[in-house]
């Protein structure tokens, strides 16, 4: 299941919870802003949320990271280029827009590589730089999505 969330801080931006139907385990994907409401839906739809995936660094991505990443416990992964964007406030336009903000200690993913939820849901990292990059999409080649 794909739940996706428009969250809105400086930008409206689309953040997306990729979940497993059975298990309720899932991913969430570029949390820009909003982290109460992110944890109003995880609450009430009893997910467990076991990894934050990044798209790209810019900070209308990232802005719910660090609270989701406390009250969540669990790892931020980005592309292997991402810190160009993530510890610079910068490149990751959060300095012209609400003030500087960062993003340390990420895991690091590259071209190629899976990211596995179980054994029927995973999802795979096509680099696209362009936009910015370190962009990134990830695919689920079973659903085709």
């Known amino acids: 299941m794909v739940l996706t969330v428009p969250v809105k801080g400086y930008f409206e931006e689309y953040c ?24 109003d839906i995880i609450r009430d739809n009893g997910l467990v949320i076991e990894k934050i995936l990044l798209t790209h660094g810019h900070f209308d991505h990232f802005g719910a ?8 416990n669990c790892p931020v992964l980005a592309h292997e280029k991402a ?4 510890l610079d406030p910068l490149m990751n336009l959060s300095r012209q ?12 993913f590259k071209d190629g590589d899976t990211i596995a939820l179980d054994e029927a849901h995973s999802l795979r990292v096509i680099y696209t730089p362009g936009h910015t990059p370190d962009s990134v ?8 999505m």
């Open 137 to 144: 999409l990830l695919y689920n080649e079973k659903e085709r």
């Open 16 to 39: 997306y919870f990729y979940v497993s139907d059975s298990t309720r385990h899932g991913f969430i994907i570029d949390p820009g802003a909003q982290a109460d409401k992110l944890l």
């Open 83 to 86: 810190d160009l964007f993530l």
């Open 65 to 72: 990271v660090e609270e989701l990443r406390e009250k969540l």
């Open 97 to 108: 827009c609400v003030g500087d903000m960062i993003i340390r200690d990420t895991v690091k």
